[in-house]
């Protein structure tokens, strides 16, 4: 499997929300252009403050590269800086970084290849992790399968209506897309190997990621993937906010209108739980790994694993999309937290377009149909 391809893989345990359609296919990321990504920041900048906000525009270039070069032009500590979200280095991706600096911005700062500063502005407090509403995507599919438009309508009209499963994306796993596994060793301690605390983090909280995605892979094959449940822990779009269902029947016209969705567990030890047949579900993912909800407490000294709870589905909103030539150009919205590569997963399905002649067949011969 190529690379651009492998960026959408997920892995064949994990089913598609609309598996009875054909693969669009295409690849992602032939060129930096071909992925643009803008974040929507949570706020402006007051105007005023000891931390200093900017723009940037980067190519070729990971959000933490990017920092180790400003940093060393500005002549201050990488630490010193903050981000809402890491952009990926194939892509060109506008962000905003906050630096803790009394002066203007030198000019070395702007002259860093791969790197453009669009604008600078003053602010009270350094940028935190999720401080910003979404991101606008641009995307170029080259080469699709499909371009009839009479079956993209009908793709993209379900998962206009329907939404998309909102796994975790494969960037989440590392560069191998295992280190859920390492994440496993360490929660269990049955590893030597040791990590700074910040790795420690990442391949735990991966391994949680990994398990939210089994969560939501038995959702979908149980037919729950827009239905609500008594005893599920649902969400509210308009603001997080997540409240037990009481009574499904009396809900479920707010899941069909997109208000509300079933949600599924990032494991914790304060996590809100489940009940009712989702909260056995999730009960028999713990023990099938060998997990208790108290291995998540008091793992390493510093780390804390609360947990939360996770939209088992996302809508890419304002989407617009057009073949153009050899190629599928789409843009859209999707909320913080929520992968691009898991909706294009949903349209490409990578794991049938490629390395499984059989299913891809099968796939060509079901067509679009709801």
């Not at 939209?311 to 999309?321: C, M, Y």
């Not at 999707?334 to 891809?360: H, I, N, Q």
Request: glycine share 10%; charged share 25%.
């Amino acid at each position: 499997m190529d690379r651009a391809r492998s960026e959408l893989f997920l892995g064949f345990e994990l089913p598609y929300a609309t598996d009875d359609c054909a693969p669009v296919g295409g690849t992602i990321k032939g060129s930096s252009e071909d992925f643009v990504v803008e974040e929507v920041p949570l706020f402006p900048p007051c105007g005023e403050g000891e931390h200093l906000y900017l723009s940037i525009t980067k190519r070729g270039l990971a959000t933490l590269e990017a920092i180790e070069r400003l940093a060393r032009a500005i002549g201050t500590p990488a630490a010193a800086f903050g981000y809402a979200g890491l952009k990926d280095k194939r892509a060109v991706a506008t962000q905003i970084l906050s630096v803790r600096h009394a002066g203007e911005l030198p000019a070395a700062a702007r002259e860093i290849p791969g790197l453009t500063v669009n604008w600078t502005a003053r602010h009270r407090h350094k940028l935190r992790a999720a401080q910003l509403r979404g991101n606008k995507f641009t995307v170029v599919l080259r080469a699709p399968a499909v371009r009839d438009r009479a079956f993209l309508e009908e793709v993209f009209g379900r998962l206009e209506r329907k939404g998309f499963p909102n796994y975790v994306g494969p960037q989440r796993f590392g560069n191998r897309f295992d280190g859920h596994v390492t994440g496993r060793a360490l929660l269990l301690r049955t590893t030597r190997e040791r990590f700074p605390r910040a790795t420690r983090r990442l391949l735990i909280s991966a391994y949680q990621s990994h398990l939210f995605n089994l969560a939501l892979a038995r959702r979908i094959r149980e037919g729950g993937f827009g239905a609500l449940w008594d005893g599920d822990i649902a969400m509210k779009h308009a603001n997080g906010a997540c409240f037990r269902v009481e009574r499904a029947a009396a809900e479920q016209e707010r899941s069909d209108r997109f208000e509300i969705s079933p949600t599924g567990p990032i494991f914790g030890a304060k996590m809100l739980a489940a009940s009712g047949r989702e909260g056995a579900n999730e009960a028999t993912i713990l023990a099938a790994e060998g997990l208790v909800p108290e291995t998540f407490k008091g793992v390493f000294p510093g780390l804390a694993l609360d947990g939360a709870r996770r939209s088992f589905r996302s809508r890419a909103e304002n989407l617009v999309w057009e073949p153009a030539g050899d190629a599928l150009r789409l843009e859209f919205f999707l909320p913080k937290g929520v992968y691009a590569t898991t909706f294009l997963r949903e349209v490409v399905k990578p794991e049938r377009a490629s390395g499984d002649g059989a299913a891809a067949a099968e796939a060509s011969d079901a067509g679009g149909g709801d």
